[in-house]
Structures are given as C-alpha cells and as structure tokens.
C-alpha cells in the first residue's frame, strides 16, 4: 500500500475514533477543511510539517500515521480533550 493512502486511512480512522469533525481538525493542525478532505482520500501528500501537526493533534506518534493500522489498534491514544469545547 501507498504510504500517502496509508497516512489517510489513518488519519480518518483516527478522527473519527475521536468524534472530530474535518473543520476542527483542520483548524487545530492550520490548514483548510479542503485540504484536509484531500489528505483523507489520498490526493495529495503532506509535508513532515503536517504530518507532525496532524499527529500531536491526535495524540499520537507521527509513525502512528504511516503504520499498518493494525499497529495503531495496538496502542489507542488518550482522548485529545483540545476537541471537547
């Protein structure tokens, strides 16, 4: 599997276990809800920035993004309380 259709997997899985809307996603990490959408269904590639960004949003290691999503299953990541508002 690409790595850039792996990272989407994941972070949609990743979003949606934490109830997060696209728009709030987008807002915490600092990109559009667009781009964001196009990240999710593999469109485009994310810079290391974003990666990041994306990760620390969700609690997670960046490695956690680009892994076999089994692996991720292994170690669930705390609720993101930046979300809860």
Not at 38 to 43: D, I, L, N, S, Y
Not at 48 to 66: G, S
């Amino acid at each position: 599997m690409n790595i850039r259709i792996r990272i989407a997997e994941n972070v949609t899985m990743l979003r949606k276990l934490r109830g997060v809307t696209q728009e709030a996603l987008a807002d915490e990490v600092a990109v559009s809800r667009s781009y964001l959408s196009k990240v999710e269904q593999g469109q485009v590639s994310v810079t290391l920035d974003v990666l990041e960004r994306l990760a620390t949003a969700l609690v997670v290691d960046p490695f956690d993004l680009v892994a076999e999503r089994s692996e991720i299953c292994k170690h669930p990541a705390p609720w993101n309380s930046r979300f809860q508002q």
